[in-house]
């Protein structure tokens, strides 16, 4: 195998070894301006040397860009802060410990800068570190303010952005520990920022003159500080894999790898980076995570997204090429690019550069959740990567994906993989560290090499963009004023808001050949500098080949998700119509007439519940038909309040709905909106799932107790509670009862003085076990007594295959059958259900999650199928199937799911069980669908479905 002489005692890549490595040519005119007073004085830390060569298990599994670092007099290397060099065995830093660093590097080097730019949720900074000359981080305002120009040109002629790019230096972004089980990379960026800022080799000379690096130390810090908690508590006595069973159960507050897919930002920590990203612009976004052997580097492979500009797949693949092609070149193997992850979803977080006329770049980089060494196998099915317990959808699903397509052995040779890893071998943190920053230097050398194509590239995807709307079939949309409903169509304008698009409000009635709409309706005209995200998020996603897999969703279309009348314009017109810029919407709220009585239109509104919520020590009840009032219609489930007036004009006024001030109450049946004692049942491992259930709970300010198998284990849960919400989670009946396999030790997920960051959200002496048999019986007791269990998408297997809903029967689909979050049609079947207050329409968009195809036993007569002639009167909604109900997305095999079962309400004893197939609260998406979750909670005793329990009472009693 090729080798390279290590240049162990030098740190600098001597001018012929440069050469060679096909660096010499770039560095004939380093244009150093402004070197460190300190670097003068670098000599090579032989210590550092020495132990590098020592931790890196094979020879090969490092490269002469890494093998050395320089010590310079006054400039704090990561050893002198944290008192450990960068990749020693068993020592992982904590968040704190991090910022340290930097800020102590900031403190002595004019090469380095530290950026606040928000707290995370649990109140830990976030920050951005600049690297670069000093003449770059003297002036980084003004190269913020050239990137800026770049990034919209409608400003500048394209003479201008000539000479901008001329000034201009490209930043590039790297973002460390988004996934906190993925720990090396955020100890990498530490020795990164130093060697930039220090070594004065050739290379970085270039690097540092030409790129302004920019570093998220870790994107997650909550989770990073509790993953390095547990891996000290657990992980560090571990000698292979996850001996102890299981990862830490939470990462950040709400998600686990979800924040690599939080496509609307409502995570503070994603959002904090997204705002920084619009002012800077940066034009490389490059996120570092660790799962693949030995390093796979991202080149946007099919399905690809058409809407995103066509340059860009060219620049993909090219920086990746030039990666792979280096670090074999170096004789480090198992490099590798294609064959992972496509180009399709723009919901991961590095998304966010593309989708701003920018490259997202990634990398999976071998590593474990810990810093011990282990032994491995890369031919049986790739290397562990840092996936915690909360693994769902991602990563972990997407192995097991990979091993289908037969790509999973990632020993084997491919046209991608030329120089594939192949047998045994140890792995250490060091070899993490030396492959992440080999990388990670590649591509600094590839765009310092070319930073005016990448400006330029940047400049001319960013004006594509804009005169892509006169080309283009699609000129812009419109979202008609006047909806019944305006507060979810304000939360799409917001969305669209955060991430930089324009809206406009039409100052008059507009006339295109489209249609007519009304004055105030919202326009997003294409010709923008992000006119063409504007495009992904709201058209409909066109699936390219259904034989291709994507990585994570195959659609988002944000009308459809939000129940919003979104409408496509062809009509060119659209661009001149006059409208006034919309910031952030805030919806006023109307409530007309001067009674006494409020009636509160349900319109399908989200804040309904909040309402609710706000009025809670009030008497609210819900009216089962519709009335109506001047020209106003009341629809069923419409809110009835009589009380402190102030407080309730105040309320809707806050929260956007509409209201009328009665002199007396309608005459039509209504019934009381009880205010349920809610739980929310969370396993210990898919805290993630039930993660998005609770923020979304938290925005609406809907109270609820997190319980876990310990509390159900207690039974007594009637007393306690009125509804049990099992989110969907754990994948399988089997696996939402039983969790985390009990491997001979209790694991406690506890606070104390040494393990502060455990025990958040939930306390445990022993997570594994799950709530067992035990459990099953405390919740079916629970729903004898009276109690209401609602199970959400794959929980809905646990009611079925543990006999709590014994006529219902909850099956799987077949191994042909491929649907990545396709939105499809749903048929509502009891439209008087208080469920579906709010409803307009009989057939409504759903977004299709992975669980159980529902069917009922009636009378004898399986229900479910094709045809089925008898509709048991339990089942609420069903799923038309077939290819002529997939809206937008991919459903390979849409006949499985004909006539399925969507929500099914079961009486059972004094209770009731109410099975979702679907789930209607998925990540912070399907807005429309949340309001069934909603409405479910907020009528829990009145919801008599069947005609048999059916009755009409004006109020009731607890
Ligand atoms: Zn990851």
Redesign the pocket.
């Known amino acids: 195998m090729l080798r390279w002489e290590r240049c162990a005692r030098r740190f600098l890549v001597p001018a012929a070894f440069a050469a060679v490595l096909g660096i010499g040519a770039l560095a004939q005119e380093p244009q150093s301006k402004g070197v460190g007073k300190s670097t003068a004085e670098a000599t090579s830390d032989e210590e550092f040397s020495r132990l590098v060569r020592q931790w890196t298990t094979r020879p090969d599994f490092i490269s002469p860009l890494v093998d050395h670092l320089p010590k310079v007099a006054g400039v704090p290397s990561p050893k002198d802060v944290l008192g450990h060099y960068i990749g020693e065995p068993k020592k992982l830093t904590y968040y704190a410990d991090i910022l340290r660093y930097y800020r102590a590097l900031s403190a002595a080097s004019p090469r380095v800068k530290v950026l606040p730019i928000g707290k995370s949720n649990e109140g830990r900074e976030l920050v951005v570190v600049f690297v670069g000359s000093d003449e770059s981080i003297r002036n980084l305002e003004q190269y913020r303010v050239s990137l800026g120009q770049l990034a919209d040109p409608r400003k500048i002629a394209d003479a201008e952005a000539k000479e901008i790019v001329a000034k201009a230096k490209p930043i590039y972004h790297l973002m460390g520990g988004?996934?906190s089980g993925?720990v090396g990379p955020s100890e990498m960026l530490m020795e990164l920022a130093y060697r930039l800022a220090t070594e004065s080799s050739e290379l970085i000379n270039q690097i540092r003159e030409n790129v302004i690096v920019s570093i998220t130390p870790v994107a997650d810090p909550d989770g990073r500080d509790r993953n390095v908690d547990w891996y000290y508590k657990y992980g560090i006595n571990e000698t292979e894999g996850h001996p102890v069973g299981a990862g830490v159960p939470y990462w950040g507050k709400y998600v686990f790898?979800d924040d690599?897919r939080d496509i609307n930002y409502s995570q503070v920590e994603m959002r904090s980076l997204l705002d920084w990203y619009l002012q800077w612009h940066p034009p490389i976004m490059h996120d570092l995570?660790q799962?693949q052997t030995l390093l796979y580097t991202f080149s946007g492979q099919a399905p690809q997204n058409p809407t995103l500009d066509p340059i860009l797949y060219g620049e993909l693949p090219a920086m990746a090429n030039f990666e792979m092609s280096q670090m074999t070149k170096y004789g480090m193997p198992g490099v590798w690019t294609h064959g992972f992850v496509d180009m399709w979803s723009p919901g991961y977080l590095a998304f966010m550069s593309s989708n701003h006329n920018g490259m997202i770049r990634m990398y999976e980089i071998q590593g474990f959740s810990g810093a011990n060494t282990q032994h491995m196998r890369p031919g049986q099915g790739g290397g562990r990567g840092g996936r915690g317990a909360g693994a769902g959808a991602g990563?972990g699903a997407d192995l097991a994906a990979l091993a289908a397509a037969g790509r999973g052995n990632q020993s084997q040779r491919e046209w991608y993989r030329p120089l594939p890893a192949t047998g045994e071998f140890d792995w250490s943190l060091r070899n993490n560290t030396n492959y992440g920053e080999t990388g990670v230097l590649t591509a600094l050398q590839y765009t310092s090499t070319f930073p005016k194509i990448i400006l330029e590239n940047f400049y001319r995807k960013s004006r594509n963009s804009v005169d892509a709307a006169r080309k283009d079939a699609v000129a812009g949309y419109v979202i008609p004023a006047g909806l019944r409903d305006m507060t979810r169509v304000a939360t799409l304008i917001n969305l669209l808001r955060v991430q930089g698009i324009e809206v406009g409000r039409a100052t008059a009635e507009i006339k295109l050949k489209d249609g007519t709409f009304p004055a105030g309706s919202f326009i997003v005209k294409r010709d923008q500098p992000y006119g063409r995200l504007a495009k992904i998020l709201l058209e409909k996603q066109t699936y390219p080949d259904p034989n291709l897999r994507t990585y994570d969703d195959s659609a988002w279309t944000m009308g459809m998700m939000s129940h919003a009348d979104v409408k496509e314009i062809g009509d060119k017109a659209v661009l001149d119509v006059p409208c006034e810029p919309v910031d952030q919407i805030r919806l006023a709220g109307t409530v007309t007439g001067g009674g006494t009585v409020f009636a509160v239109a349900h319109y399908g509104s989200n804040n309904m519940i909040t309402l609710r919520y706000r009025l809670k020590d009030m008497r609210v009840q819900a009216v089962e038909e519709e009335f109506k009032n001047g020209d106003k219609t009341f629809p069923a489930g419409s809110f009835i309040v009589s009380g402190d007036g102030a407080r309730v004009r105040a309320a809707v006024e806050a929260l956007g709905l509409t209201a009328a001030a009665l002199s007396s109450a309608p005459s039509v049946a209504m019934h009381d909106l009880d205010l349920p004692r809610l739980a929310v049942y969370s396993t210990w491992s898919s805290t993630q799932d039930v993660g998005w259930v609770r923020y979304a709970f938290d925005k609406f300010e809907v109270p609820y107790a997190l319980i876990y198998k310990e509390r159900v284990r207690q039974g007594n849960l009637k007393t306690a509670f009125d509804v049990i919400l099992i989110p969907h989670q754990a994948g399988s009946g089997k696996r939402l009862v039983f969790d985390i396999e009990n491997r001979g030790q209790p694991l406690a997920y506890k606070k104390n003085d040494q393990f502060k960051n455990l025990g958040a959200y939930g306390e445990s002496d022993d997570i594994t076990g799950g709530m067992g048999l035990q459990g099953v019986a405390a919740i079916e007791k629970f729903v004898k007594d009276g109690g209401l269990l609602v199970t959400l998408g794959a929980a809905s297997y646990f009611p079925a295959d543990f006999g709590l809903t014994p006529h219902v029967d909850a099956t799987r689909v077949s191994t042909q059958f491929y649907a990545p979050g396709p939105i499809i049609d749903a048929e509502i079947l009891h439209p008087e259900s208080p469920i579906f207050y709010g409803y307009d329409k009989k057939t409504v968009p759903v977004r299709y999650g992975s669980g159980p195809l529902l069917s009922v036993q009636s009378g004898g007569d399986p229900f479910g199928g094709d045809n089925s002639p008898h509709v048991p009167d339990t089942v609420l909604m069903r799923y038309p199937g077939g290819d002529d109900h997939v809206l937008s997305g991919l459903m390979k095999g849409a006949a499985e799911v004909r006539n399925r079962a969507a929500i099914i309400d079961v009486p059972s004893g004094r209770g009731r069980i109410i099975l979702f197939a679907g789930n209607p609260c998925y990540r912070w998406q399907n807005f429309g669908e949340f309001n069934m979750l909603f409405n479910t909670v907020l009528n829990y005793n009145d919801i008599k479905t069947v005609p048999e329990a059916k009755t009409t009472t004006a109020g009731d009693a607890r």
């Open positions: 988004l996934h993925e790898h690599n995570h799962a990563e």
